[in-house]
């Protein structure tokens, strides 16, 4: 598939093929929309569902039914007759609905009549004492690898570090596959027991409870946990050494691989630069695109589903997508068959369930998200706590006023690793709210193409573009 | 409460705030008021050029003026704002259009302003060794530079309310009326009033000078802007295109910044622009043509800043000609960065004395009322 | 530091700042550097430190390489290819170029 292989116009342009994007793909190209999904990774599933038709893992039980789940949905999907491109990077997304879109070194500029924005999550900033160092990488980083190259951690020493569901997903599926995970390290605040127990009821009713009771059983049988309040990673061109505090004693521990995890937050880069209104959700710590129950945003013709609405995990995500492929098959052709939505509402309701408790189980610790001193914040632009603190205490007020004293969100990432970081940092210093204080003015190019890729758009595009303004 | 104050300043870009600045160091006392914060639009993400090349006329005595104000702003403003003077070349694309340049220097030097001088084509491959080599040759200024434009008008607002002035963000002006000998100027934090005021609202200019009937013909422009990632050192002048829309610059950190015109969809009641990539398309054709050296490189960002543009392509500096005290200074067209710190001190002189040396004839605002007989004053 | 599980498929040699590096068909060029591995890819622009494939799902811009001449590609969504070229990239020096 080239660039210029694609239509100028469609109905839906699907952005993402995690499990939101494939299931609106498959639902809209079944009512009959010419649709076309984009994913930047070289195949289907996102990060979830990551490799699920390429795997070199044929051993199922390394990574589990909740993944395995996932082939359903790309054979849906790609039996649907939507058009799915992958290796397709979506840079620009207008609230006109315009689409600049790379594909193998060239860029088009399409037409859509409806978006779903299917962007999913990434994870939370883990900003601590050398996390920019070689050998310091995010678990969900060693998944990826796991999935889609059957590459297990096998060093001297690997440790598994943070908070959050995920971390004991990945500790059982490194120990499943005979990976070498030596230690892990429950960043879990205690106290966040209290906030939850409310919602334990909720939690044992979902499907949430006995995966995860079970998860954790097969860790902590094979794995050193250790519950920590403090984490460092030490090394001058590599890791060397993790440091980490327990039960107020400080421990150093000679590693070669340090996993971080902390959560996962909606991917909203896309989503902002195309104008939507984004609202910050206090419960996720993160901030979340504003929808309807159709997830249709606040611009016209642009529906956010999956993670990138809030994050619910990835049997939600597709749920979510249905909705909003048929809500978009119902804006454009009434007459069309689409699935009943009131089902999907039920199954939404109750996977939904039990995310209460586990948002305020895993809430990270305030010292984990907010650092001191001269940890980075910024990894591009390397743009340390203590210069966002001191500028903010100077009188900065807001993340776009920072970046332009600090350059910190300025650099290839475009914010997504220090974003959350320096918005948090400044409420903090300024005794206000994260959604007071608002998160980066986000502009396209929300990928960075490179200036080849930008002039080799269709001149006759360019002309009856700018013919037509 | 009614507020009171020597001078109602309304506008915090760089105009407004050189202006609050040069009032308070005339020791008198102004209040500005800015709708959003110091540099949210075009002041503070234009493209940070500090150019005398190239420009009109009757803009060209402020432009000089100014220049000699950037070259000591650290003195001024506390702050040297990123300033490195590189020069600003302008770049031929051909023989013809050299050939205009040639005039243009020429009837300049005649005029009595030498800053501008014409580059042949080894010159310009000094100059510029990564140009492509179909350029025959251009027209150097070489005390012009660029400088950070969000830190140079927070250096200025900054300055300003060391020495006295009072500024006030998030504030928007809703109406301004006489009132006695004063003007009273309604705001959304309560009235202010004062003797004199100045119009440095940029972009929303047109709906103060309307309230005054002197209505004018400005459109609201959002001029385009990208930026690479890191580059190498391979540039140090500004470059500009006249035959083609392109201003080209490195700057200290290696990324290059490109602009030159191209106009994104300006919402100026939404603080919003929508991007054209059609036409970043074109500047990034005409980069690619002129400076094979970055094919490869990244774009990171692109972004469009607010601002106001007047058919004639220059601004209005000024008095009101219907309303004794008000004193206009915006529309300055996509290239008023440069002119910031001048048309602030002369702004000051004209609202202390009532007239000013520096010429600025030909920028009055007399030049847009349908009564052609009112006489343009300066 | 990764083994990988499953041995076999299509090997593809790839050249690495001039080294010839062994990697397997549906690598992506960052897990081909981890599986052979290979400390690290790049070294910043700002202070020259060095830095490797962090997130490995494109967002984080660590493990920037140029990959046949081109500079800054994301070593993490780019899949090997037998006979391809790929250089770390050093700080600002080279940086995009």
Same mark, same amino acid.
């Given at each position: 598939m080239n660039a210029a292989d694609l239509a100028s116009t469609y109905d839906l342009v699907v952005i993402g093929g995690g499990p939101a994007g494939l299931a609106a793909a498959a639902v809209a190209a079944r009512a009959g929309l010419s649709t076309v999904l984009f994913d930047e990774n070289p195949g289907v599933g996102g990060q979830i569902y990551r490799a699920i038709a390429s795997t070199p893992l044929k051993d199922r039980a390394i990574l589990g039914d909740d993944y395995w789940a996932g082939e359903a949905l790309a054979a849906e999907a790609g039996a649907s007759g939507a058009l799915i491109v992958t290796g397709a990077t979506v840079w620009s997304l207008d609230p006109g609905l315009g689409v600049g879109v790379s594909i193998a070194g060239a860029a088009r500029l399409i037409?859509?009549?409806?978006?779903?924005?299917?962007?999913?999550?990434?994870?939370?900033?883990?900003?601590?004492?050398?996390?920019?160092?070689?050998?310091?990488?995010?678990?969900?980083?060693?998944?990826?690898?796991?999935?889609?190259?059957?590459?297990?951690?096998?060093?001297?020493?690997?440790?598994?570090? =943070?908070?959050?569901?995920?971390?004991?997903?990945?500790?059982?599926?490194? $120990?499943?596959a005979g990976g070498k995970l030596d230690m892990l390290l429950d960043a879990t605040p205690g106290a966040n027991w209290q906030r939850a127990a409310i919602h334990l009821p909720d939690f044992v009713l979902s499907p949430y409870f006995s995966k995860g009771m079970s998860l954790l059983q097969e860790v902590r049988g094979r794995v050193p946990v250790v519950r920590?309040?403090?984490?460092?990673?030490?090394?001058?061109?590599?890791?060397?050494? $993790?440091?980490?505090?327990?039960?107020?004693?400080?421990?150093?521990?000679?590693?070669?691989?340090?996993?971080?995890?902390?959560?996962?937050?909606?991917?909203?880069?896309?989503?902002?630069?195309?104008?939507?209104?984004?609202?910050?959700?206090?419960?996720?710590?993160?901030?979340?695109?504003?929808?309807?129950?159709?997830?249709?945003?606040?611009?016209?013709?642009?529906?956010?589903? =999956?993670?990138?609405?809030?994050?619910? =995990?990835?049997?939600?995500?597709?749920?979510?997508?249905?909705?909003?492929?048929?809500?978009?098959?119902?804006a454009l052709d009434p007459s069309a068959r689409v699935p009943d939505a009131q089902p999907i509402r039920q199954r939404l309701q109750r996977e939904e369930r039990g995310r209460a408790f586990?948002?305020?189980?895993?809430?990270?610790?305030?010292?984990?998200?907010?650092?001191?001193g001269d940890t980075l914040v910024c990894r591009c632009e390397e743009v340390t706590a203590r210069q966002v603190r001191d500028t903010a205490?100077? =009188?900065?007020?807001?993340?776009?006023?920072?970046?332009?004293?600090?350059?910190?969100g300025m650099g290839p990432c475009q914010g997504r690793l220090c974003g959350l970081t320096v918005t948090e940092l400044i409420a903090a210093e300024r005794g206000t709210t994260p959604e007071a204080v608002g998160y980066y003015r986000l502009r396209p190019p929300v990928k960075p193409i490179t200036l080849g890729e930008l002039a080799s758009l269709p001149k006759s595009e360019a002309e009856r573009k700018a013919v037509e303004r | 409460m009614t507020r009171t104050a020597d001078v109602v300043v309304i506008g915090g870009g760089i105009h407004g705030c050189s202006t609050a600045l040069h009032l308070a160091l005339r020791g /008198?006392?102004?209040?500005?008021?800015?709708?959003?914060?110091?540099?949210?639009h075009a002041s503070g993400v234009n493209a940070g050029g500090v150019r005398q090349l190239a420009r009109h006329v009757a803009e060209i005595p402020l432009s000089i003026a100014s220049m000699a104000l950037w070259e000591r702003i650290e003195e001024l403003v506390g702050d040297d704002c990123g300033f490195a003077s590189h020069g600003t070349v302008l770049v031929a694309e051909s023989e013809e259009e050299l050939a205009g340049f040639r005039a243009r220097v020429e009837d300049l030097r005649l005029k009595g302003f030498t800053h501008e001088e014409l580059l042949d084509r080894r010159e310009l491959k000094e100059l510029v060794p990564?140009?492509?080599?179909?350029?025959?040759?251009?027209?150097?200024?070489?005390?012009?530079?660029?400088?950070?434009?969000?830190?140079?008008?927070?250096?200025?607002?900054?300055?300003?309310?060391?020495?006295?002035?009072?500024?006030?963000?998030?504030?928007?002006?809703?109406?301004?009326?006489?009132?006695?000998?004063?003007?009273?100027?309604?705001?959304?934090?309560?009235?202010?009033?004062?003797?004199?005021?100045?119009?440095?609202?940029?972009?929303?200019?047109?709906?103060?000078?309307?309230?005054?009937?002197?209505?004018?013909?400005?459109?609201?422009?959002?001029?385009?802007?990208?930026?690479?990632?890191?580059?190498?050192?391979?540039?140090?002048?500004?470059?500009? /295109?006249?035959?083609?829309? /392109?201003?080209?610059?490195?700057?200290?950190?290696?990324?290059?910044?490109?602009?030159?015109?191209?106009?994104?969809?300006?919402?100026?009641?939404?603080?919003?622009?929508?991007?054209?990539?059609?036409?970043?398309?074109?500047?990034?054709?005409?980069?690619?043509?002129?400076?094979?050296?970055?094919?490869?490189?990244?774009?990171?960002?692109?972004?469009?800043?607010?601002?106001?543009?007047?058919?004639?392509e220059i601004p209005v500096v000024g008095l009101s000609t219907t309303s004794e005290g008000v004193f206009h200074q915006f529309g300055f067209c996509g290239h008023?960065?440069?002119?910031?710190?001048?048309?602030?001190?002369?702004?000051?002189? /004209?609202?202390?004395?009532?007239?000013?040396?520096?010429?600025?004839?030909?920028?009055?605002?007399?030049r847009f009322l349908p009564d052609r007989a009112r006489p343009a004053r300066s | 530091m990764f083994k990988r599980l499953?041995?076999?498929?299509?090997?593809?040699?790839?050249?690495?700042?001039?080294?010839?590096?062994?990697?397997?068909?549906?690598?992506?060029?960052?897990?081909?550097?981890?599986?052979?591995?290979?400390?690290?890819?790049?070294?910043?622009?700002?202070?020259?430190?060095?830095?490797a494939p962090y997130c490995l799902m494109g967002v984080c811009f660590d493990c920037l390489v140029t990959i046949d001449g081109v500079g800054s590609r994301q070593a993490c969504l780019v899949p090997v290819r037998d006979g391809m070229t790929v250089e770390s990239q050093q700080g600002k020096r080279e940086a995009g170029r």
């Open positions: 037409q859509a009549r409806r978006i779903i924005i299917a962007t999913g999550s990434l994870e939370r900033p883990f900003p601590i004492d050398g996390w920019t160092l070689p050998g310091v990488m995010t678990a969900g980083a060693a998944q990826t690898a796991l999935k889609a190259q059957g590459l297990v951690p096998d060093g001297c020493t690997t440790v598994l570090a =943070g908070t959050g569901p995920l971390l004991w997903l990945l500790a059982a599926q490194i $120990v499943r920590v309040d403090g984490l460092k990673a030490v090394g001058e061109d590599r890791l060397r050494e $993790v440091v980490y505090r327990a039960k107020g004693r400080e421990h150093r521990l000679a590693a070669d691989l340090l996993l971080l995890h902390q959560g996962v937050v909606p991917n909203v880069n896309l989503a902002l630069a195309a104008g939507v209104t984004h609202r910050w959700n206090e419960r996720q710590l993160c901030f979340e695109p504003v929808v309807d129950a159709d997830f249709a945003t606040s611009v016209p013709g642009i529906a956010v589903a =999956g993670d990138g609405a809030g994050i619910a =995990g990835g049997a939600v995500a597709a749920e979510r997508g249905r909705l909003a492929a048929i809500a978009a098959v119902r586990l948002d305020w189980l895993y809430r990270p610790h305030d010292a984990l998200r907010r650092p001191n205490r100077l =009188g900065c007020e807001g993340p776009n006023q920072m970046k332009a004293f600090l350059r910190c | /008198l006392k102004p209040i500005l008021v800015e709708k959003d914060y110091a540099g949210r990564a140009v492509s080599d179909h350029c025959p040759g251009g027209v150097v200024s070489r005390r012009d530079g660029a400088a950070d434009p969000f830190r140079t008008t927070q250096a200025f607002r900054r300055r300003a309310v060391e020495k006295g002035a009072e500024i006030i963000e998030g504030v928007r002006v809703s109406g301004l009326a006489r009132s006695g000998s004063a003007w009273r100027v309604e705001t959304s934090d309560g009235p202010i009033e004062a003797p004199k005021v100045v119009n440095a609202a940029g972009a929303w200019a047109d709906r103060i000078a309307a309230q005054l009937g002197e209505p004018v013909p400005l459109e609201v422009i959002a001029p385009m802007l990208m930026v690479t990632s890191r580059l190498p050192e391979f540039i140090a002048p500004v470059v500009i /295109l006249r035959s083609r829309k /392109l201003s080209f610059k490195q700057l200290g950190n290696g990324t290059v910044v490109i602009g030159g015109g191209h106009l994104a969809e300006p919402h100026r009641d939404e603080n919003r622009t929508v991007l054209d990539w059609p036409k970043l398309a074109i500047s990034a054709r005409t980069v690619w043509e002129l400076f094979p050296v970055m094919r490869e490189a990244t774009i990171v960002r692109a972004w469009a800043g607010i601002e106001a543009s007047m058919p004639d008023g960065f440069q002119l910031g710190p001048a048309t602030g001190a002369v702004m000051a002189e /004209l609202v202390a004395t009532g007239s000013t040396n520096t010429p600025i004839d030909g920028l009055g605002i007399a | 499953v041995e076999g498929g299509t090997a593809v040699t790839l050249t690495v700042d001039g080294t010839p590096v062994e990697a397997r068909a549906g690598d992506s060029v960052a897990a081909a550097l981890l599986a052979a591995g290979i400390g690290h890819c790049r070294t910043t622009p700002v202070t020259g430190a060095p830095r």
